[in-house]
Each structure stands twice: as C-alpha cells, then as structure tokens.
C-alpha cells in the first residue's frame, strides 16, 4: 500500500492567515492526489482533485500544488468557516490511502 | 441533483454480518464507480473498496476476505456486506460516487455502525 504521511497533524491559526498542509507519499504517485475537507459530524468535501485543480463551488482561496511525492495544501486567507480537518488521499493505485488528517482550529 | 442514501443496521454483535445499501438519485448509475469508505470514531478514512454498473470490484486487501460488494442497476444502488465484524470494525461506514473512479464528490450521509456484544 502506498502511505501517505499529512503534517502537522493539528495547527492553529488565526483568521487571515496563510496556512499550509503537506502531504508525503511513499512513493511516486504523479499528480494523483485529492484534498478533502471534513466537518465535524459531516462526510468529507472534495476540495482539490489531480494534486492542483479546484473542484467546482469551491473558493479560491483553497489552492494544491506538487507532484510526484511531496504534495502541499494552502488556504490563503484563513476563514472561521475553514475549521476542519483536512485528509490528502491518493489514487494512483489499489487501495486508496488517505493521509492521517490535519486538523485545523482558529 | 445528486443524492446518495444509505440505510442498514447499526449495532451488530461479534461474529455478525453487516449489511448497508446506498441508493443513487439524479444520476445514471451506469457513468461512475461507487464507493465504501469507513472511519472509526476520532480516527481517519480507510477505503473500503469500490464498484462499477457492471459489477467489477477493487477491495481493500486488508478487508478482501471479509467484503462482498454488489450492484442492482435497476434500483439505482449498491451494498456492501462485511463478515465477522469485530469491534475494531466500529465506525462510520460512508457510501460515495467515484467521479471519473478517481474523485469521491458525492458522498452519502454516513451510518454509524458499533459492534458490541
């Protein structure tokens, strides 16, 4: 299976704030990444797909770049509605893994 | 509009079956993959494994010999059987649309299953 390592796995920051995820793979996955958004008690939220495109709805300040192993996730302009926690999951190949989580609080 | 609603038991005892539907509205079953995907209580998403309209599979090996996936393209939905269900199989067991196989964008409400004796 490929392991796909999130850091940190908590953080804190305040509105406004420029905050950045990173995710690590195991081994080379290309541009085959997703970033999904979870709230408490509600299933997750695709918000980046192929490691860098915006799903459509979502703002832009939720930005995904990287390819290959190392893998980053930016929310530019920090909102009090961003308060979730954030899973990397990829899907180069069987099984899709996901990363442990981050979660973020302001 | 896409909809995803799924349905099953919520407390099951060492040993037994689980048994969950997921039925797909506003969608021709026929254009995606369709999803299992689990997360304990405070832990993350393990994925479960998937499904197409016509019946092909890709399980999770760590789940393989336990999981049963089918498809009933006439009602639109698809279910998931897990066998011997312990209690490290607790968790939130979520159905979700592989957009393009790859991008779980629509996703069910989840149910909370417990094994508990």
């Known amino acids: 299976d490929i392991q796909m390592t999130q850091s940190p796995s908590s953080l804190s920051a305040s509105v406004g704030d420029r905050v950045t995820i990173t995710c690590q793979a195991s081994q080379d996955i290309s541009n085959s990444l997703n970033w999904y958004q979870q709230k408490p008690g509600k299933a997750p939220k695709v918000l980046i797909y192929d490691a860098s495109s915006l799903e459509a709805g979502v703002p832009a300040r939720f930005r995904g770049s990287g390819a290959g192993t190392h893998f980053t996730f930016t929310i530019t302009f920090l909102q009090p509605e961003d308060v979730a926690t954030y899973y990397c999951?990829?899907?180069?190949?069987?099984?899709?893994?996901f990363g442990q989580g981050t979660k973020l609080e302001i | 509009q896409v909809e995803l609603q799924q349905w099953g038991a919520g407390l099951l005892k060492p040993s037994e079956t689980l048994s969950l539907t997921c039925v797909v509205h506003?969608?021709?079953?026929?254009?995606?993959?369709w999803t299992w995907i689990r997360q304990p209580p405070g832990k993350g998403l393990e994925w479960i494994g998937e499904?197409?309209?016509?019946?092909?599979?890709n399980y999770n090996p760590s789940l393989k010999s336990r999981v049963t996936m089918s498809v009933d393209t006439s009602k639109n939905q698809f279910s998931l059987t897990l066998i011997s269900m312990t209690a490290a199989d607790t968790a939130v067991y979520y159905c979700?649309?592989?957009?393009?196989?790859?991008?779980?964008?629509?996703w069910g409400q989840g149910n909370l299953v417990t094994v508990s004796s």
């Open positions: 999951q990829q899907y180069d190949s069987f099984p899709r893994t």
């Open positions: 499904i197409n309209h016509s019946g092909s599979t």
């Open positions: 979700a649309r592989g957009r393009g196989v790859v991008v779980y964008d629509y």
């Open positions: 506003g969608e021709s079953f026929n254009n995606h993959n």
